[in-house]
């Protein structure tokens, strides 16, 4: 079997080794050339665990390439971004995938099999894909398979979750489900759930509009408590010992191509309908302005001073930065404020400092925006070069609080004045 995996990224390109690891004749195609450039050298554009190991022993084999066109083959896997349109609901961006479908049409041949794995809005398997190729004369079901199979995979267990999850079959016919597990039986070790085109995009959705509602729960819940005075995680904490309950963490916000995207697909689909879904979208937006406040209550706007942001992924120990919360709220305290903001992030490489140290120095807060390993125990020689040793914990990892002067997070805030 040889399969063209469309875009390189996140999704793609672990998808695209994890085949070639498997035996598959694998062409990875993208259209950024420092991508495919770096690609051939052996080098990995993005930081994931295994994925130098697994590229290395792909070329080694002779099962993967990278390259700027694709070629004829058995199967074409799209995973191009789909970003969110400045529009009224944040709808789905296609233009990526269209210009896949384009690139692809030349080489697509009756018996192939298309797949897209890129997140879509719904329907867009129903109104956009199948007519694009229907009206090239191909049959859907009988001389083209297509589907809507993505992903669910947590960055830093990519590799591990692509071959344990159990993997969406979303075929637009019974037909072009049976191909499509087919095709992914070559490494998937969980069950392959097969559906219908539209249910698989609107699960997909779903299941990171669902953690999207509960953290807006638990940021709302934040800031009830500090209306109120009450510690929100002790709240959490105690609540979660029931047996039917689970909410999750608070935190700054919410980022990556999941959570802080996925939600908006859903309300532009149906917007009328979707007010809970409209609602959480707004409380885990506005949560950074939140910690705005609460930075500002802590060391006065007046007084000046150095704020170290201390994380600017959007998640602990990768070095994805998309939608990341801290990135927005860097920005607006720099619009915002007086303050001197230095940022340091050991994995992402558009922090301002490449040492903790270089950030605490001379700091009058130190904000924990990212749940990075690093930041579970600052050094302590690292707190005395603080200017005041004071810091806000907005994920709630800190083990050595009693090394500080003082220590804020989001159970124990600074009181509102």
């Not at 896997?77 to 995938?97: F, H, M, R, W």
């Given at each position: ?13 672990p ?58 083959s ?16 944040g709808?789905?961006?296609?233009t ?68 344990r ?25 969980g ?104 930075i500002?209550e ?37 619009q ?82």
């Amino acid at each position: 079997m040889k399969i063209n995996v469309i875009g390189l990224g996140y999704i793609g390109l672990p998808t695209a080794i994890t085949f070639a690891h498997y035996g598959v004749e694998v062409v990875g195609v993208d259209i950024s050339e420092a991508v495919v450039d770096s690609l051939q050298r052996g080098q990995a554009p993005i930081e994931e665990p295994e994925i130098e190991t697994y590229l290395a022993k792909a070329l080694e084999n002779q099962k993967f390439k990278a390259q700027l066109v694709p070629e004829k083959s058995d199967a074409f896997i799209i995973a191009v971004p789909t970003p969110n349109k400045e529009d009224q609901y944040g709808s789905c961006d296609l233009t990526y995938l269209k210009a896949a479908m384009q690139a692809v049409l030349p080489y697509v041949e009756k018996g192939n099999t298309v797949i897209v794995e890129s997140t879509i809005q719904p329907r867009t398997m129903e109104d956009l894909v199948a007519p694009f190729f229907e009206a090239e004369g191909f049959v859907i079901g009988q001389d083209l398979y297509l589907l809507h199979c993505p992903e669910r995979v947590l960055p830093g267990k990519i590799f591990e979750e692509l071959i344990r999850n159990n993997r969406i079959i979303g075929g637009m016919t019974a037909a072009c489900i049976d191909q499509g597990k087919k095709i992914y039986q070559t490494f998937v070790q969980g069950e392959m759930l097969g559906t219908s085109a539209g249910i698989a995009e609107l699960s997909k959705l779903m299941e990171n509009t669902y953690r999207d509602v509960n953290i807006a729960l638990a940021n709302e819940l934040v800031q009830i408590g500090d209306r109120l005075n009450i510690d929100a995680l002790e709240v959490i904490r105690l609540a979660n010992q029931h047996p039917r309950v689970n909410i999750h963490q608070p935190g700054p916000g919410v980022g990556g191509h999941c959570l802080a995207v996925d939600p908006y697909f859903v309300v532009a689909a149906a917007p009328e309908k979707a007010k809970l879904i409209q609602l959480g979208r707004e409380i885990n937006a506005n949560m950074p302005e939140f910690i705005i406040k609460k930075i500002k209550e802590i060391v006065p706007d007046h007084k000046g001073g150095k704020i170290a942001i201390l994380g600017l992924a959007y998640k602990g120990n990768i070095d994805d930065a998309r939608e990341s919360p801290a990135i927005d709220i860097v920005a607006r305290l720099r619009q915002q404020s007086n303050y001197e903001v230095v940022t340091y992030d050991p994995y992402v490489p558009i922090s301002d400092v490449s040492q903790l140290e270089e950030a605490l120095s001379g700091s009058d807060l130190a904000v924990i925006l990212c749940d990075h390993d690093v930041f579970k125990e600052i050094p302590t020689e690292s707190i005395e070069e603080m200017n005041q040793a004071v810091v806000f914990d907005t994920k709630n990892i800190l083990t050595n609080i009693s090394s500080f002067e003082q220590a804020y997070s989001l159970g124990k805030l600074p009181v509102t004045k």
